[in-house]
């Protein structure tokens, strides 16, 4: 499904582009996995800040090394819901090592590519996730 984008020319005028987003990204935004709040999480991340733009949180559970539970809240943008489904099905039942490899490249790469404008959205799920298995290790 096409997005409108609005992109400067290099007489400082816009034009309007359509740019689709991937079947991957519209799957995960129409039917997001783990969305919604994690009841006794281990730790939780934040990038952005709730309420006042962009944001993305996201929760864990471990047993031992391994994140057992996951869940993430963001923006109700298309590309950030997708981010945070696809990210948090991919951690879930593998080890804090192998999710702390992880990086916004691969995110992209499992929604089939992001528009550039909107690759903001992948880094910011990292960036949360960095951030709640750096608390649950506390």
């Keep these: 499904r096409p997005h409108t984008c609005l992109r400067a020319n290099q ?3 816009y034009s309007v582009e359509m740019q689709p987003y991937s079947e ?3 799957e995960h935004f129409q039917n997001p996995q783990n969305r919604g709040a994690l009841e006794n999480a281990h730790g939780a991340g934040v ?5 006042a ?3 993305m ?3 864990i559970s471990l047993i031992d090394s ?3 539970q996951a869940a993430f809240q963001c923006h109700n943008c298309g590309v950030a819901v997708a981010a945070g489904s696809v990210l948090t099905q991919w951690i879930l039942g593998r080890t804090v090592k192998e999710c702390s490899a ?6 992209i790469s499992m929604l089939d590519g992001v528009p550039v404008h909107k690759q903001h959205f992948p880094e910011f799920a990292i960036r949360a996730l960095r951030l709640a298995i750096e608390d649950a290790q506390k």
Excluded: E, K, L, Y
Aim: with cysteine; net charge neutral; aromatic share 4%.
């Design 53 to 55: 733009g962009p944001f």
């Design 47 to 51: 990038a952005g800040i709730p309420g």
């Design 102 to 107: 992880i990086d916004s490249n691969a995110i």
């Design 66 to 68: 391994m994140i057992c």
């Design 24 to 26: 991957t990204i519209m």
């Design 57 to 59: 949180v996201i929760q």
């Design 11 to 13: 007489r400082g005028s």
